[in-house]
């Protein structure tokens, strides 16, 4: 997530990649066939250009409002992921006591208990991060060109945590031990076993009688409450902004981009023989503009990519262990995560 409150020049021009160099290229070419080689019958008129800048303007706009709808949706839900967790740490640590319970248990077999609890629920948050991070075919890393290579190197740049193949595995082996891991790699979906596992642990405290019927009933609650989180999820990461809607938005701002210049070469030519040169610069702004609204959308329809604009699950993950951490007065409290380079991961 961006967090910085405006964009240097250098950081927008290398976001808009190596568009803008062609762009100046093709207004020169266009420039010189016009000027130079007489080829006057190039010019089309601006009032038909005009038309088509209108329609892709429009649809560049709904393309957006669909991008930002699913990425404000992710940060929704990451946002429940959080409260739910520090809902399930005050009630496991209010419920688990032996007030219930025929054979006593000691505060330390207490405290044992809901630390397992609490800290499977912090490997849950890190393990599906990780399993949205998994790039999908459609996300700017998987595609086949200078696009994926760009992508790679800015998720290397800014990724705290994204390729490091052991980071989540040194934090579920930390927060379930290595046993309870290895038993973990079994599962094609790590993050629906470990709640699995919630609820079996539970089921034996109700047989055990350390927790009542109602208690029991709460405490499932919660876990069904972050199964409901994950799935929502998941049907953002597994089920993309429609294709061919995609597609279009940046086949039709090309084509508008390469019309352009045919559209205002005579009415730059109207102006002087010294005029004229503003031509490039103009057809330059105008398309970067239109290339700058459609970058956006495309870049923010995916919020589990692991790029700039993605949800902060890292960040999230790190409050949540903090907050869990804290309430059980464990010692072994991480840092919160802190943005690098404007980007909090």
Known sequence: ?????????????????????????????????????????????????????????????????????????????????????????????GYIKNNLSVQKLSDAEIDIITKKLIYRNIAFVYALRDQLLIPASWEHVSLGTHVAKRSRKTMEKIGIGILEDNFTKGILEKHLGVDEYKELNKFSNKATHIIDLQAQDLMKLRKDEIIGDFYHAQLQTLLNNLYDEQGKAERIKKFPLPRLYAYASILFVSIFIILLPFGLIAQFDKMGPYEIWLFIPIVTIISWIFLIMEL????????????????????????????LKEMIGDVDIPKPILPQNGILM
């Open 296 to 323: 956006v959308g495309d870049y923010s329809e995916n919020p589990f990519g692991g790029l700039g604009n993605d949800i902060p699950m890292l960040s999230i993950c790190r409050s949540i262990e903090i907050d």
């Open 1 to 93: 997530m961006f967090v910085n409150n405006s964009f240097s020049y250098k950081a927008l021009v290398r976001f808009s990649g190596g568009y803008v160099l062609w762009i100046i290229i093709w207004s020169f070419l266009v420039l010189f066939a016009y000027k130079f080689l007489h080829l006057t019958w190039i010019a089309i008129p601006w009032v038909s250009v005009g038309v088509i800048a209108t329609a892709v303007s429009f649809y560049i706009g709904f393309k957006n409002n669909q991008s930002y709808e699913r990425i404000w949706e992710a940060r929704k839900i990451w946002g429940a992921l959080l409260n739910i967790s520090r809902m399930w740490g005050a009630t496991t640590r």
